[in-house]
């Protein structure tokens, strides 16, 4: 039974978007790990999460017995998100492949029209538009880019990373009556797919001091574990079409992050990004405002 209105549980998929905010951070500090391997690490440490609260209360495993299509919908999610990020990062510019990949929140917002009881309307789209231009200027850092067709394998495994999350998080609305409890399998199954990846595909990097392991723990605890449980209840209950929106905030507070500690430089470019994804965000979320303000 969903406990959280609607308002709440936009609110609660925000959290995800903050912490989602801190992965650049985090995976700068984390040293030379390959990525595969870190996403074993991490996705283990963010099952920690759900198995302490196996542990206070045994009952909640059994919500792992769900049917195959639950399953397969949160392990090519999680997984193959992964997967089809990094491998497009190894076949294109890390520029052009994060470009194409951050289509991911516009396509949430278009997709959602396909739901029942969803309407998508006109500030719906512009908002994530806006969002978008913004996150184009984070990521391009306002310089011109120019896609390649020697990339273009690079590029469509980006696209298709797009479509892998946009479509897990739509479909997860199909599951609202499916326990948040889930997503610790799903990570549990993320975290051996992606060791068996690093055995297959990498050379094995440990961290070399404890500020590595300790940037490493605050991924698994963050960005690649809360996150993920507070995304499943956000798109499940909440409004799906702002989330979508509002995940453009991620890079650009990501961007201001890196400043703060000196990974990056505050520029006329960051500012201007700054005013079109929070202007977008505002757009979206026109509805949700005006309710809260009754």
Not at 15 to 44: E, K, R
Request: glycine content about 8%; proline content about 3%; aromatic content about 12%.
């Amino acid at each position: 039974m969903n406990n959280f209105s609607r308002n709440s549980a936009t609110l609660i998929g925000f959290i995800a978007i903050l912490l989602w905010s801190l992965l650049a951070l985090f995976t700068a500090s984390s040293g030379n790990v390959p990525p595969f391997q870190l996403a074993a690490l991490t996705f283990a440490i963010g099952a920690s999460i759900g198995v302490c609260r196996w542990v206070l209360k045994p009952s909640r495993i059994s919500k792992l017995k769900q049917p195959i299509a639950v399953w397969a919908l949160g392990v090519i999610g999680l997984f193959g998100y992964h997967f089809a990020y990094f491998t497009a990062l190894r076949n294109a510019p890390a520029v052009d492949a994060s470009l194409i990949a951050y289509l991911w929140p516009l396509f949430i917002v278009l997709f959602s029209a396909l739901l029942p009881g969803e309407k998508l309307k006109i500030h719906h789209i512009v908002g994530t538009l806006l969002g978008l231009c913004g996150a184009v200027l984070i990521v391009t850092k306002g310089s011109f880019f120019n896609f390649q067709s020697e990339y273009i394998y690079g590029y469509s495994v980006a696209f298709v990373c797009a479509l892998i999350w946009s479509t897990y998080s739509v479909l997860s609305r199909r599951f609202s009556h499916i326990s948040t409890d889930v997503v610790t399998g799903f990570c549990l199954v993320t975290a051996m797919l992606s060791f068996i990846a690093h055995m297959f595909l990498e050379q094995t990097i440990w961290p070399g001091d404890i500020k590595q392991w300790l940037a490493i723990i605050g991924l698994g605890l963050g960005p690649v574990g809360l996150a993920f449980y507070t995304w499943d209840l956000g798109v499940k209950h909440g409004d799906i079409q702002v989330l979508g929106a509002a995940s453009y905030i991620a890079p650009l507070l990501s961007t201001l992050i890196l400043i703060m500690f000196g990974f990056a430089k505050l520029t006329t470019i960051v500012v201007a990004a700054c005013l079109l994804i929070t202007l977008g965000a505002i757009i979206a979320a026109k509805d949700l405002l005006l309710n809260r303000s009754k």
